[in-house]
């Protein structure tokens, strides 16, 4: 992750080159400006996030001053934001910028003046692939439907997020399950689903968020298996833009499906006898 990161950051910032260190920059100064990268722990998040680590991105604008470093701080968030990030010899990531605390400030160790900025690294489990072929069939049909609806450079996962999603993505999973009795031969099957959509630009995050909303109100019905005729309805969708779009995602949506009650097996009634009353 460090060399990836390395590599993405003198790609936006051509001087920083060969001037990020690990730990601390040089005692002596020689070498500013530079950077310094920091690696937080991880932190649980979620079954579908994984976890959570902070990457703290320290810029020592040195002579520059610290307006330089603003300078650089501004393109590093323009750049970096939710940016898939890549090395031949390490596994795809994401970055997505937390803030930038303390932002300007001295440090009482060096007396240097430094700009932090934050960012969040999401490791899944070990395993999460985001497509499990052994996920829920309705699952797997909505996340179909999504593909043909959004298209081209659009990846759909499920259940959870991969090491590294593609930048334009979308992740559906179950979020609960309830029947309820709509008869005396037939109950509902209820299942409900969260959507999340991310894209680095938030124009295109939320026409995304939008299409998927209006395509599930125009569908009266789903296809699970158009061989079999079986189907699902669309009850509920809505769309919250203002959700966090990898955590909790935007999208919330009931599925429901009409099912007849098996017959329950009982002893048949062979023979029936009627006696009269005695006075």
Request: glycine share 8%; aromatic share 8%; net charge negative.
């Amino acid at each position: 992750m460090r060399a990836a990161l390395k590599q993405a950051i003198a790609e936006i910032v051509p001087l920083l080159k060969d001037r990020l260190y690990d730990v601390q920059p040089p005692a002596d100064g020689a070498a500013e400006p530079c950077g310094v990268i920091a690696f937080g722990e991880e932190i649980w998040k979620s079954a579908w996030a994984g976890y959570r680590q902070v990457v703290r991105l320290k810029l020592y604008a040195g002579d520059a001053g610290l307006d330089q470093a603003d300078q650089w701080a501004e393109s590093l968030v323009h750049g970096l934001h939710r940016k898939r990030v890549a090395h031949p010899d390490e596994t795809p990531f994401t970055l997505y910028f937390l803030g930038a605390r303390e932002a300007e400030r001295l440090e009482p160790a060096t007396g240097k003046a430094v700009r932090t900025l934050r960012f969040a690294v999401y490791v899944p489990e070990e395993g999460s692939s985001g497509s499990d072929p052994g996920t829920d069939e309705w699952l797997s049909a909505l996340a179909g439907w999504t593909g043909k609806l959004l298209g081209g450079p659009w990846t759909v996962y499920r259940t959870a997020w991969p090491p590294g999603p593609d930048d334009q993505a979308v992740l559906w999973r179950m979020a609960g399950c309830e029947t309820k009795m709509a008869g005396a031969s037939l109950y509902e099957v209820r299942k409900h689903f969260v959507g999340h959509i991310t894209a680095p630009n938030p124009d295109d995050e939320q026409r995304a968020v939008v299409s998927i909303v209006e395509g599930l109100g125009t569908q009266v019905q789903l296809p699970i298996s158009t061989d079999q005729r079986r189907y699902m309805s669309v009850t509920e969708a809505s769309a919250d833009l203002n959700a966090d779009a990898f955590l909790d995602g935007q999208v919330k949506l009931t599925l429901v499906q009409r099912r007849m009650r098996p017959a329950e097996e009982a002893a048949l009634i062979r023979r029936v006898e009627i006696h009269p009353m005695l006075k």
